[in-house]
C-alpha cells in the first residue's frame, strides 16, 4: 500500500513538497476505505430488522424474533415468511440480532451451527410457529433428546413452542 501511495503521489506531483501532501492524502483516503469496511463487516449488520411494513409499533404490538447468544451455538436468521432480513448481504456476513414482526402465525429460515468436542454440524431449517404481541422468541439448535434440529423459545415461559431436525 505504502508503495502504490507513493507512485501515485510521484505522478501526480512535480515538487517534493507537492508530493508530501500528495502522500498524507492518499493516506488518510486509504485509513478512511479501511476503517468503513472493518465498521461494515464487524458491526454494522448487527442490527434490529422490522419485517413489516407501515409505521413503528408499540413493544406491546409486536412480537421479537432472536437468534439464540449462547456459546458453541451460531444460528443465522435468513428469512421471515418468505422475506429477507439480511438487507441483501447475507454473503457478507450481517445478520440481524432482532427481527421484529406482527403477531401471527410466522415461518422462519435459519441456519444453525453447533460446534463442540466431537460435532461440529450446521443445519438449514425451515420453521413455523405463531408469534403473540408483546412477547420474544428465541430460535435455537443443537442435540436434544438424540435428534439435531432447530426449535423456537417462547422467551418469558421458556416453553418450546417448535421443533424440527436439520436438513443439510
Given at each position: 500500500?505504502?508503495?502504490?501511495?507513493?507512485?501515485?503521489?510521484?505522478?501526480?506531483?512535480?515538487?517534493?513538497?507537492?508530493?508530501?501532501?500528495?502522500?498524507?492524502?492518499?493516506?488518510?483516503?486509504?485509513?478512511?476505505?479501511?476503517?468503513?469496511?472493518?465498521?461494515?463487516?464487524?458491526?454494522?449488520?448487527?442490527?434490529?430488522?422490522?419485517?413489516?411494513?407501515?409505521?413503528?409499533?408499540?413493544?406491546?404490538?409486536?412480537?421479537?424474533?432472536?437468534?439464540d447468544?449462547?456459546?458453541?451455538?451460531?444460528?443465522r436468521?435468513?428469512?421471515?415468511?418468505?422475506?429477507?432480513?439480511?438487507?441483501?448481504?447475507?454473503?457478507?456476513?450481517?445478520?440481524?440480532r432482532?427481527?421484529?414482526?406482527?403477531?401471527?402465525?410466522r415461518?422462519?429460515?435459519?441456519?444453525?451451527?453447533?460446534?463442540?468436542?466431537?460435532?461440529?454440524?450446521?443445519?438449514?431449517?425451515?420453521?413455523?410457529?405463531?408469534?403473540?404481541?408483546?412477547?420474544?422468541?428465541?430460535?435455537?439448535?443443537?442435540?436434544?433428546?438424540g435428534?439435531?434440529?432447530?426449535?423456537?423459545?417462547?422467551?418469558?415461559?421458556?416453553?418450546?413452542?417448535?421443533?424440527?431436525?436439520?436438513?443439510?
Amino acid at each position: 500500500l505504502d508503495r502504490i501511495v507513493s507512485s501515485l503521489g510521484d505522478c501526480w506531483m512535480n515538487t517534493e513538497a507537492e508530493s508530501m501532501i500528495s502522500r498524507n492524502w492518499l493516506d488518510r483516503i486509504a485509513i478512511l476505505i479501511l476503517l468503513v469496511q472493518i465498521l461494515f463487516l464487524t458491526g454494522c449488520g448487527a442490527r434490529t430488522f422490522k419485517a413489516y411494513t407501515g409505521i413503528e409499533r408499540s413493544p406491546a404490538e409486536v412480537a421479537i424474533i432472536r437468534p439464540d447468544p449462547a456459546f458453541g451455538i451460531l444460528v443465522r436468521i435468513y428469512s421471515v415468511d418468505g422475506n429477507s432480513v439480511t438487507g441483501g448481504s447475507a454473503d457478507l456476513g450481517t445478520f440481524p440480532r432482532e427481527v421484529v414482526v406482527l403477531p401471527g402465525p410466522r415461518t422462519v429460515h435459519a441456519q444453525v451451527g453447533c460446534c463442540g468436542v466431537v460435532t461440529d454440524y450446521w443445519g438449514r431449517v425451515t420453521i413455523s410457529f405463531r408469534a403473540d404481541a408483546g412477547r420474544s422468541y428465541v430460535i435455537s439448535g443443537g442435540e436434544r433428546s438424540g435428534k439435531k434440529g432447530i426449535w423456537v423459545i417462547d422467551e418469558q415461559t421458556g416453553a418450546i413452542l417448535a421443533e424440527t431436525p436439520f436438513s443439510r
